[in-house]
């Protein structure tokens, strides 16, 4: 079976000579092959489509793709977005007391099955042509379990609970102070509850509008979690929250939905682990196809992720596997290269404002030195007093370096491409080859910034601090919203960068996985968020973890296959026993 899909924000035709058409051999022979649509982009049938591939080597834009998908999968589409458009193949089926998680990449359809199952989108099985009808839909899914359920969401039978993936929009449709947006969606009498073991109560006076992207986000799993509904779908729970948020999250969804079936989309392979029953994995081509897998146990569905191979379905999904190492790479390196070193030192805000009190440290030339603990607590303002951005209160910091600076929230807002935007900072020919082809920055450059997706958006913010000339570069959450590919990709640029040139980069990030992948040795805060914090230094990655997991209270093995941490369940004989002997991060 083949597809043809045309990526429509790539398509220039203003810009080109229509090559698709004067180059394809069935156009030549007088087939309407590829007729151009009234938009004057093209439309190719994938009927007459041979399959020759001439098309897609002479598109200047790369905008064409014709893909050879499995016979199977004819007649299976879910939902397309129109005529050469993206498709969805397959459905992940909601099960009863049972947590299940949805993980592939960033543009292979999660959304949009989510969205289809809450009842927001119906979907058209790949017909672009007509309105297709609930009853075809059924019919579709006859002795399934989607036919039951797709029968009463037809009829309005069942109600469901959505939180959408991107949480920022939330004051564009709520004005008011929290509690009277929480209050609102308190149908169950769990909100209290919830508001005290997510640690939002000083939330709740606060204008909407006035949050943080970690407020808003639990905020608006909170209001999800709250409603009376049939059925529980959450669209990314970890953006924005850090590692011990995170886990109250994941406990409070088991703990308070522990009767109902919920699907969750996740990229934290460590909350997902600990938090669903059964995994759903998508492949396919980001903006371009995407196939649903049957359920798979957790366990075994990260696992193959990882791998890069169904099993079940007999599909390579990776041309390479997501390795984990049991040692870092620092504990190989016997000599030390100090980049800086400072003094201990304290930043003030005012008599009662909140304190950050720093140990001696040091940050080694070349390292990549990775940041973990709790938001608020003085991860940004320890990186504001080591650029000379604002003086430590007592101490002082005598360093004479440049510095690169990626914040944790980032605004899409400039009306133009990425591609001006991103040579506007004139780039030079390693950039391009250590940043943007690692990022794939050269896949969006026609998008303008503005329309960019959470993830892609990510991307171009980590590429315009790289391309600037420094000799620390520091990236807060720089992992939010991406997938785990772009992660991985993220993961080998960053690494590549710092030993090709040198230079030495603090990596604040909630992602134990990325952490765990990325870091030579680990700098841990400690405190009470927006009161005080406490540098406690830089340890190597066995004693750092073991100090911050610790007061977390949550313990890590190693997967003894794949080497990947992974988080014990509490109470579990395995999560007493490392607590009982002080190990909770075994190597």
């Not at 997967?559 to 109470?571: A, C, F, M, Q, V």
Request: glycine share 10%.
């Amino acid at each position: 079976m083949r597809i043809a899909i045309l990526k429509r924000d790539k398509c220039q035709p203003r810009k080109c000579e229509l090559e698709c058409l004067k180059y394809c051999p069935m156009v030549r022979t007088g087939a309407e092959t590829i007729v151009l649509g009234k938009d004057g982009k093209p439309v190719i049938s994938e009927d007459l489509c041979e399959g020759c591939g001439i098309c897609i080597k002479k598109c200047p834009f790369g905008a064409i793709s014709i893909i050879g998908l499995p016979e199977e999968l004819k007649g299976e589409e879910t939902h397309r977005y129109g005529e050469n458009g993206f498709v969805l193949y397959g459905m992940p089926i909601p099960k009863a007391g049972k947590v299940t998680g949805l993980l592939g990449a960033n543009g292979t359809g999660k959304s949009t099955a989510i969205k289809i199952l809450s009842g927001l989108q119906v979907p058209n099985l790949g017909n672009v042509e007509s309105e297709t009808g609930w009853d075809e839909i059924i019919k579709r899914y006859a002795g399934s379990e989607l036919q039951n359920f797709f029968d009463k969401l037809a009829k309005s039978k069942i109600k469901v609970s959505y939180k959408p993936q991107y949480v920022d929009a939330i004051p564009e449709y709520f004005e008011g102070k929290v509690h009277e947006l929480l209050e609102k969606s308190d149908e169950t009498g769990v909100v209290k509850q919830l508001v005290e073991s997510f640690e939002l109560e000083e939330a709740l006076n606060k204008d909407v509008n006035e949050l943080s992207g970690g407020e808003l986000q639990r905020v608006a799993v909170i209001g999800c979690m709250g409603k009376a509904a049939d059925f529980y779908f959450f669209d990314e729970i970890t953006p924005y929250l850090d590692i011990y948020q995170r886990v109250n999250v994941a406990k409070g969804i088991k703990d308070v939905l522990k009767d109902k079936p919920v699907i969750v989309v996740e990229h934290d392979l460590a909350i997902l682990d600990m938090l669903a029953d059964y995994v759903h994995l998508i492949y396919g081509k980001p903006g371009e196809y995407g196939v649903v897998t049957m359920p798979k146990g957790t366990n075994r569905g990260i696992k193959e992720y990882l791998e890069g191979f169904l099993h079940a379905e007999n599909v390579r999904i990776r041309e390479k596997a997501i390795e984990f190492t049991a040692h870092p790479p620092r504990e190989k390196r016997q000599k030390r290269n100090l980049f800086i070193e400072y003094g201990g030192f304290e930043k003030r805000y005012g008599e009662e404002g909140f304190v950050l009190k720093a140990q001696q440290g040091d940050i080694e030339t070349g390292e990549v030195l990775g940041v973990v603990g709790r938001n608020a607590i003085g991860k940004s303002t320890f990186m504001k007093v080591l650029a000379g951005e604002t003086d430590p209160t007592q101490g002082t910091i005598s360093v004479d370096i440049t510095v690169s600076y990626k914040p944790q929230y980032i605004k899409g807002e400039l009306d133009m491409s990425v591609k001006d935007f991103i040579y506007s900072l004139k780039l030079n020919e390693a950039d391009i080859i250590d940043v943007l082809r690692p990022l794939g920055i050269q896949e969006i450059e026609e998008k303008q910034i503005n329309e960019l997706s959470g993830g892609e958006l990510q991307s171009v913010a980590i590429a315009a601090c790289l391309c600037h000339d420094a000799s620390l570069y520091m990236l807060d959450e720089p992992s939010a919203h991406l997938d785990v590919e772009q992660k991985v990709r993220l993961i080998k640029a960053i690494r590549r960068y710092a030993e090709r040139r040198s230079v030495s980069m603090l990596i604040v990030d909630h992602d134990i996985y990325l952490i765990d992948l990325l870091s030579d040795r680990l700098m841990v805060f400690e405190g009470d968020p927006g009161v005080r914090g406490d540098i406690k230094g830089c340890f190597d990655m066995r004693d750092g973890m073991n100090m911050f997991l610790k007061e977390l209270g949550v313990t890590f093995r190693r997967d003894e296959s794949t080497l990947r941490p992974r988080i014990n369940k509490l109470g579990s004989s395995k999560d007493r026993e490392q607590k009982g002997k002080g190990k909770y991060y075994y190597l």
